[in-house]
C-alpha cells in the first residue's frame, strides 16, 4: 500500500482509523471504570463496615481493599496498554501515506514493526478486561470467580489456538468465500 499512496492513501488512514477509534473506546472505558471504582472504594472506606459481612467472601476490609485493588490495577493497564497502542497506530498512519519505492523495504518493514507493536498492545489491552471479569466476580466470592476462569480459559483457548476444529472452521468460511469470488468470476467472463 506505500508503493502507491495516491491510490491508497485514503485505505490506509481509514483503516488505521477504525483501529485507533477502538483503541480509544477501550482506553476510555479503562480510565471511566477505573475511576468508578476508585469513587467507590473512598466511599464505601468512609462508611460504616457493617455491609461488608453481606457478601460472601469478603469477611475483612483487607481482603476487600485487595480486591477492588486488583481490579483497579487490571484496568489502568488495560488503559496503558490502549494508549500505547494509540501511539503506534497515530504513527503508522503519519508513516503509511509517505511515498515509498518498491525497493526501500526497510521503511515499510519500520512501518509494518510499528503496526503490529499498536496490534501488539491492542491485544494486551483487550487481554486485560478480559482478566477483569474473573476479578470483578471475585467480589462475590471465590466460586464465581472460579467459574469464571474456567469458561474465559474455554473461551481463550478456542479464540487462540489452531485446533482441528476452529482450523477446518475457518478454512470451511475460506472456501465459502472463494466459492461464490468464483462464481462471480465467472458470470463476469461470459
Request: aromatic share 12%; hydrophobic share 45%; proline share 3%.
Amino acid at each position: 500500500m506505500m508503493t502507491d499512496p495516491l491510490k491508497n492513501g485514503v485505505l490506509v488512514v481509514q483503516t488505521i482509523r477504525n483501529n485507533i477509534m477502538a483503541s480509544t473506546l477501550l482506553a476510555t472505558t479503562a480510565i471511566t471504570l477505573s475511576s468508578l471504582i476508585s469513587v467507590f472504594v473512598s466511599s464505601s472506606s468512609q462508611s460504616s463496615n457493617t455491609s461488608s459481612q453481606l457478601v460472601y467472601g469478603n469477611k475483612t476490609s483487607i481482603i476487600s481493599s485487595i480486591k477492588y485493588f486488583s481490579i483497579l490495577l487490571c484496568f489502568l493497564i488495560a488503559f496503558l496498554f490502549n494508549v500505547q497502542s494509540i501511539r503506534y497506530y497515530a504513527h503508522v498512519s503519519f508513516l503509511g501515506t509517505v511515498p515509498t519505492w518498491k525497493d526501500n523495504k526497510e521503511s515499510i518493514e519500520y512501518v509494518a514493526r510499528n503496526l503490529n507493536r499498536g496490534s501488539l498492545f491492542w491485544s494486551l489491552g483487550l487481554r486485560a478486561f478480559y482478566v477483569s471479569f474473573p476479578l470483578f466476580l471475585w467480589i462475590f466470592g471465590p466460586i464465581p470467580m472460579f467459574i469464571c476462569c474456567c469458561v474465559m480459559s474455554c473461551i481463550l483457548y478456542f479464540l487462540d489456538t489452531t485446533s482441528s476444529f476452529t482450523q477446518n472452521l475457518h478454512s470451511h468460511s475460506i472456501r465459502q468465500v472463494t466459492k461464490t469470488d468464483d462464481v462471480e468470476l465467472a458470470a463476469d467472463l461470459s
